[in-house]
């Protein structure tokens, strides 16, 4: 089996798997250098969990033990010895005591982008930019750190196509936008460990009306995972407390050109009217001289 086989089956047999052994499949999805590199008891000991849980994990995918299910990472990360991974990998555990958080972070993210642009998604961003050209409705749902992403995508596509809706989620609102969705629209939702429980909760409703969703997670198996009618995986984990967006936002970059490329002259005639009202309100400045509209400070406050 390949890896990309054995994460299609975790996604195939995820619904039957109990809460913690889907636990533990999100983490073999979400860590699978881990999964190479470490013992299953070191493994288990990063994860939080029982070392058992993994080989029960393991039988229930087919496997006969943990052994059989980790040389399929093991082999999948020798294919990418290589670039921006091989080096990420070599900046793991004790062999990285040389190397600064920035390194740790930068070789980290290098990696997530350049394994963001798997085949599978390739071939989702296709056709959801093909969908979305077709779509009555398109809204954007994101919240907490996300709406940073679902914002500056909106911003952009709104230049060129009118029926882009923002769920900013302001006041509790979040979903408020979706109460006329339904059959011929299409829900963006972006979300990422620990996944926002509004965003899920807005995804079900969204589902339940009809609208097709295309989930930006980092697992195949999150939760609302199986409402999504097509999914954009990308790596968000880094060496900080905190999660990084860079491979997502670099997804959304691509979905957004390939949805105007897709659209063809009408998003062009739209890019240029939105040109001209922004160039008539001087909405950006071009030079570095300052700006005549700066107030004049009193020579005794400088």
Request: hydrophobic share 50%.
């Amino acid at each position: 089996m390949t890896f990309d086989g054995l994460m299609q089956t975790l996604r195939d047999r995820a619904g039957d798997l109990s809460p913690q052994l889907q636990r533990a499949a999100m983490l073999l999805e979400t860590h699978q250098h881990d999964i190479a590199l470490l013992s299953m008891r070191d493994l288990a000991r990063r994860c939080d969990l029982p070392p058992a849980t993994f080989s029960r994990l393991a039988r229930a995918l087919g496997f006969d033990d943990f052994a059989a299910l980790r040389d399929i990472c093991v082999n999948h990360l020798r294919q990418q010895a290589d670039g921006f991974t091989g080096r990420a990998n070599a900046l793991q555990g004790d062999d990285a005591a040389g190397a600064s958080e920035a390194e740790r972070i930068g070789l980290a993210i290098g990696a997530h982008v350049q394994s963001a642009f798997s085949p599978a998604n390739l071939a989702a961003l296709e056709t959801v930019a093909s969908a979305l050209c077709k779509a009555r409705r398109v809204f954007l749902l994101g919240a907490r750190s996300c709406l940073a992403l679902t914002h500056a995508f909106g911003y952009a596509a709104q230049l060129f196509d009118d029926k882009v809706t923002l769920c900013a989620g302001s006041g509790n609102t979040l979903a408020d936008p979706l109460r006329f969705c339904g059959e011929g629209d299409i829900v963006v939702a972006v979300t990422f460990d620990p996944y926002t429980r509004e965003v899920i909760e807005a995804m079900q409703y969204a589902h339940a009306r009809g609208a097709r969703l295309v989930y930006v997670t980092d697992s195949a198996i999150a939760p609302g995972a199986e409402l999504a009618w097509q999914h954009l995986v990308a790596p968000v984990a880094i060496p900080s407390f905190f999660h990084s967006l860079a491979a997502p936002m670099a997804l959304l970059d691509a979905l957004l050109m390939t949805w105007f490329r897709h659209a063809g002259p009408t998003a062009l005639a739209h890019l240029a009217d939105s040109d001209a009202q922004l160039k008539q309100q001087a909405a950006y400045v071009r030079s570095a001289r300052r700006s005549e509209a700066a107030v004049a400070v009193p020579p005794t406050q400088r």
